[in-house]
């Protein structure tokens, strides 16, 4: 009878024992989970990598670093910076510990900086004004543009102090004549008749001559120059047409030169917009850069692709248009502050998104025409 009872103890001690056990290994994998840490990003609003949606950010760098944050047990606190600049200056001084948006890896950059694995390929691309190719010509504006050029003003005024020259001569042999073109002897108005003949003559041919012999000859004489002065100018007038035809659109980098180029402040595309030899204008959002094209206070604008693609698909549908292919290739990658231990925590975290399909789903949410 003892045997049994102790049986029976023994075994549920054993049994308590065992939910000791169980309890107690639960209780310390609950410690060894440790608790989210906090951690500074910077960013900056650059559709559709940064998309600002009333308090909320998303777009394709936000939900990559979310997807990786989530792995890595980090909580995120994202602060916005108006330019790429300001934002380098938050990760450098250490407010931010790194920074994700739409940030080119560069050799400068990595002087005072370490990148991730890049997180997307892109490059530089021109957009400009209109809905598709040619599509912002207009026909008045471009025979205003060739009035008002450089060349034309330029012969106007070599036309106007030509017609001085003769006009002068007329006027002081035709002045006394009876029956010369020049009613009267005064200066004024009698000048002024003298001008009409001499534009009249030059432009086609005037409908009366002088009688005084000497203004005579003056007149041949003057008839031939301006043959001649009409001849060259269309000659000119018709070079210059025929190049504004040929250069005239912006089609790639090399048209560049000498235009009005609008870029964000502190970028890399205003680094080589100025290696093209163009004005830069800097802005601080690239939202600036949309509104001066639309404004006709810039010929075109220089930015990444990706986000330029993005605009002109959506919001500037119609208005705006891509030309050439991206001409400067780029990739973006996450910042750090030299040393940053969770640099390669990010890296391994990026290869396995890659590979269990996460960042394809990511990317195709966000670069994919539906």
């Given amino acids: 009878m003892v045997l049994p009872m102790l049986t029976v103890f023994g075994r549920l001690a054993l049994a308590l024992w065992l939910a000791a056990m169980l309890a107690s290994t639960a209780l310390a994998e609950?410690?060894?989970?440790?608790e989210p840490r906090d951690i500074a990003v910077?960013?900056?609003?650059?559709?559709?990598l940064v998309v600002e949606q009333k308090d909320n950010l998303s777009g394709f760098s936000i939900e990559l670093w979310n997807a990786i944050a989530a792995r890595l047990k980090l909580k995120t606190n994202y602060a916005p910076a108006p330019d790429v600049r300001a934002l380098l200056e938050e990760v450098r001084s250490g407010k931010a510990e790194i920074g994700v948006a739409a940030i080119s890896i560069t050799a400068a950059r990595e002087v005072e900086f370490e990148f991730s694995q890049p997180i997307l390929n892109a490059g530089l691309q021109i957009m400009i004004r209109g809905g598709g190719r040619d599509g912002d010509a207009s026909p008045l504006w471009d025979l205003l543009g060739l009035l008002f050029s450089k060349t034309s003003l330029v012969w106007l005024g070599v036309a106007l102090l030509l017609l001085l020259i003769p006009s002068h001569i007329v006027w002081l042999l035709e002045r006394r004549h009876p029956s010369g073109i020049v009613p009267t002897s005064s200066y004024i108005p009698g000048i002024f008749y003298a001008m009409f003949w001499s534009a009249a003559t030059l432009a086609t041919q005037a409908e009366n001559q002088p009688r005084q012999w000497l203004a005579r000859v003056v007149a041949v004489f003057w008839m031939f120059t301006g043959i001649v002065f009409v001849a060259l100018y269309t000659a000119q007038l018709a070079a210059t047409l025929t190049v504004q035809q040929i250069q005239g659109g912006i089609n790639g980098p090399d048209d560049l030169a000498g235009r009005k180029v609008a870029t964000t402040r502190g970028s890399t595309a205003a680094n080589i917009v100025r290696e093209l030899r163009a004005t830069v204008v800097e802005v601080s959002r690239i939202d600036e850069a949309y509104q001066a094209l639309q404004n006709r206070e810039v010929d075109a604008v220089v930015f990444d692709?990706?986000?330029?693609?993005y605009y002109a698909a959506n919001e500037g549908k119609g208005r705006v248009h891509m030309v050439g292919t991206p001409f400067?290739?780029?990739?973006?990658?996450?910042?750090?502050r030299p040393g940053n231990p969770l640099r390669r925590q990010v890296n391994a975290t990026l290869l396995q998104l890659r590979e269990d399909g996460t960042y394809q789903q990511i990317y195709d949410k966000w670069f994919t025409s539906r």
């Fill in 30 to 34: 609950q410690k060894v989970q440790p």
């Fill in 42 to 48: 910077a960013t900056r609003i650059l559709p559709p």
């Fill in 305 to 309: 692709s990706p986000v330029l693609l």
């Fill in 328 to 336: 400067r290739k780029e990739d973006y990658g996450i910042i750090f």
